[in-house]
Nanobody
């Protein structure tokens, strides 16, 4: 019953922007920390950003800090990832994940229990 669905991926020019969405069904997302992860071909999955339940503390990988922003809309049971100034090295399949949490979050893959199927982001000219 617990399901996460990512959307918003696509092809974008370098320097462009995309907004990814992670919509939850079957559970109340506002009781979970949410992480965004990405995986490029031939590489390990890496943490990108995360947001806690309350007060909404966030964390970012050094490679995306100052370019990406994560936010939560509990009314829509959705978490967003705003991606700006995109670079070719941002090209990857992006996944959202959830874990029960109260006031903190992390960027380690093994911390998360529930995963979406991913959405592809390609940055190319």
């Amino acid at each position: 019953q617990l399901q996460l669905v990512e959307s918003g991926g696509g092809l974008v020019q370098p320097g462009g922007s995309l907004r990814l969405s992670c919509a939850a069904s079957g559970f109340t997302l506002d009781y979970y920390a949410i992480g965004w992860f990405r995986q490029a071909p031939g590489k390990e999955r890496e943490g990108v950003s995360c947001i806690s339940v309350r007060p909404g503390n966030t964390d970012y990988a050094a490679s995306v800090k100052s370019r990406f922003g994560i936010s939560r809309d509990n009314a829509k049971n959705t978490v967003y990832l705003e991606m700006n100034s995109l670079k070719p090295e941002d090209t990857a399949a992006y996944y959202c994940a959830a874990v029960p949490s109260s006031s903190s979050c992390g960027l380690r893959t093994r911390e998360y229990y529930y995963w979406g199927q991913g959405t592809q982001v390609t940055v190319s000219s």
